[in-house]
């Protein structure tokens, strides 16, 4: 993307500045940037474009270990919790966790988010007044990570796996699912 820079400029001036404080004239550049090439590669790169306004997206996450099967517990989970942090800012998903209060803990359960059942996660999730909803399986096999993963958006949900990777690359491709 670099080594073509010159090709998404449509045009860039040096302006003068003046700085009471110095007697040096100095320079600022302005560059306009053609918004419609720039945006085929972003979007060819699997780069994140980001919004003005990005709205949030709650996640609903179970991890399975050792054979068992919990909600994502930030206490006991801090590298997975870290890793889909680092993938959500990679991506540009601003990600929002759910409490997993007592409420929570009544309204909705792993088994909930394993059928990937649309009116418990959908009334679960409405404290959080959020449009969008991902939920996922996340699994820690011998030497990697595979997951399942359901979007929730527009009363439509789409639904993608992704393969036995390391963790990071996991949480990657499955947040790249997110902009399908």
């Given at each position: 993307?670099?080594?073509?820079?010159?090709?998404?400029?449509?045009?860039?001036?040096?302006?003068?500045?003046?700085?009471?404080?110095?007697?040096?004239?100095?320079?600022?550049?302005?560059?306009?940037?053609n918004?419609?090439?720039?945006?085929?590669?972003?979007?060819?790169?699997?780069?994140?474009?980001?919004?003005?306004?990005?709205?949030?997206?709650?996640?609903?996450?179970?991890?399975?270990?050792?054979?068992?099967?919990?909600?994502?517990?930030?206490d006991?989970?801090?590298?997975?919790?870290?890793?889909?942090?680092?993938?959500?800012?990679?991506?540009?998903?601003?990600?929002?966790?759910?409490?997993?209060?007592?409420?929570e803990?009544?309204?909705?359960?792993?088994?909930?988010?394993?059928?990937?059942?649309?009116?418990?996660?959908?009334?679960?999730?409405?404290?959080?007044?959020?449009a969008?909803?991902?939920?996922?399986?996340?699994?820690?096999?011998?030497?990697?990570?595979?997951?399942?993963?359901?979007?929730?958006?527009?009363?439509?949900?789409?639904?993608w796996?992704?393969?036995?990777?390391?963790?990071?690359?996991?949480?990657?491709?499955?947040?790249?699912?997110?902009?399908?």
């Open positions: 993307m670099l080594d073509n820079a010159a090709s998404y400029v449509d045009q860039y001036q040096y302006v003068s500045i003046s700085d009471d404080r110095k007697k040096d004239l100095s320079y600022r550049l302005l560059v306009s940037f918004k419609s090439t720039l945006m085929d590669v972003l979007n060819s790169s699997g780069l994140a474009v980001w919004d003005v306004n990005r709205a949030k997206i709650l996640l609903w996450l179970v991890i399975e270990q050792k054979g068992k099967q919990a909600f994502l517990d930030i006991r989970n801090a590298k997975v919790e870290k890793a889909i942090q680092d993938a959500a800012m990679a991506k540009g998903i601003p990600l929002l966790l759910p409490l997993m209060d007592l409420e803990k009544q309204a909705i359960s792993v088994i909930d988010i394993l059928a990937a059942k649309p009116d418990k996660i959908l009334e679960a999730s409405s404290r959080y007044d959020v969008t909803i991902l939920s996922g399986k996340l699994v820690k096999k011998r030497t990697c990570w595979s997951s399942e993963w359901a979007l929730h958006f527009n009363n439509k949900i789409e639904r796996t992704v393969s036995c990777t390391d963790l990071k690359t996991n949480l990657n491709n499955a947040l790249q699912g997110v902009y399908r």
